[in-house]
């Protein structure tokens, strides 16, 4: 197997462990033997356990020695929560070594010269992109930053509204497109909202799985404002209730808990909180084939009153949710 292939096979790794490693990063890992062939998988455990590198070795066994290992990310040098990746590697007998973007992390790093040096020889920037953009990025603009990463997450008409004039907005968005939603939920840590969304719409903010089963985890749903939550709404005891609307305050809070990765799920006033702070990392729009008239937009002072103030996005990716648009984009730079 290319050490593509089998890296597209350490990113599937990580994917099924998003949204349950934080504040650690979900990194996936495949050992290849002396020729070639895939003998351990692993991805990062809970926060406090084993490493990926550690869990694809175990399940290697004597069939590591002479082999290759393969990692979305480099492998530490460090003694944190558990010991170096790179001695594990070492006594395994591993030859080589391959990562796809290095640890920023300054506590982490240093792992490939760590490796090097004992004579494994280490190839990185193997799928970079696909990881940096996929199942690392988020962890990587904590990393990078101390902040957690935001997806603005919104379902609007195909003429950007968000409601109809009288207020209703169940459902804009297809099923197909809501189930979608449900399931990115799944792999992220906290969603926030507005209290105005909390009165006007009573969502439970919980990630439904498609096949029934329950989630052994929920995000943190986090509501944003000063007003009290309406008695008996879904989420009076659940949520964590933020009295700021200050974007980098709300953000400050949810890494103290060690939030990597939060939806901000509306309404419009705070997306534009957000917006105008500089503080939203990615946008990802359901848009619906319908047209809505005079409801309101799907952002409100956003702090762009002429042309040149405009917020431009590089879109990423476009494709058909159901009979819906789903656009991801990110903040130009
Ligand atoms: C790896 N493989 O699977 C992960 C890594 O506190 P610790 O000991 O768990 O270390 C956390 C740091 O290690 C984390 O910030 C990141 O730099 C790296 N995570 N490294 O070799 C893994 N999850
Ligand atoms: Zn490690």
Known sequence: MTPEDAMALAIAESERVRGATSPNPPVGCVILDEGGK???FGATRPIGGAHAE??????????ARGGTAVVTLEPCAHYGRTPPCTEALKEAGIKH????VSDPNPRAAGGAKVLTDAGITVESGVLEQEVSRGP????????????????????ASLDGRVAASDGTSQWISSETS?????????KLDAIIVGSGTVKADDPALTARDAGGMPLARQPLPVVVGMSDLPRGAKLEHTALHLR?????????????????????EGGP?????????????RVLAYIAPALLGDGPAAVLGAGVSTITDAVRLTV??????????????VPRT
């Open 244 to 264: 700021t609307h200050d974007p980098d305050e709300v953000l400050a809070a949810l890494a103290e808990r060690g939030v990597v990765e939060v939806l901000l």
């Open 97 to 100: 070594v391959v990562h796809a």
């Open 316 to 329: 990423e990716d476009v494709t058909m949710s159901g009979p819906d648009l789903r656009v991801s984009a």
């Open 269 to 281: 006033t705070l997306a534009g909180a957000f917006l105008r702070a500089g503080r939203v990392d």
């Open 136 to 155: 690392l990025r988020a962890w990587l603009h904590y990393a990078r930053t101390g902040r957690p990463h935001v997806t603005w997450k919104y379902a």
């Open 178 to 186: 809501r189930r979608e939603v449900h399931e990115l939920r799944a």
């Open 38 to 40: 895939a003998v351990g």
């Open 54 to 63: 550690v869990m694809a070795l175990h399940e290697a066994g004597t069939k």
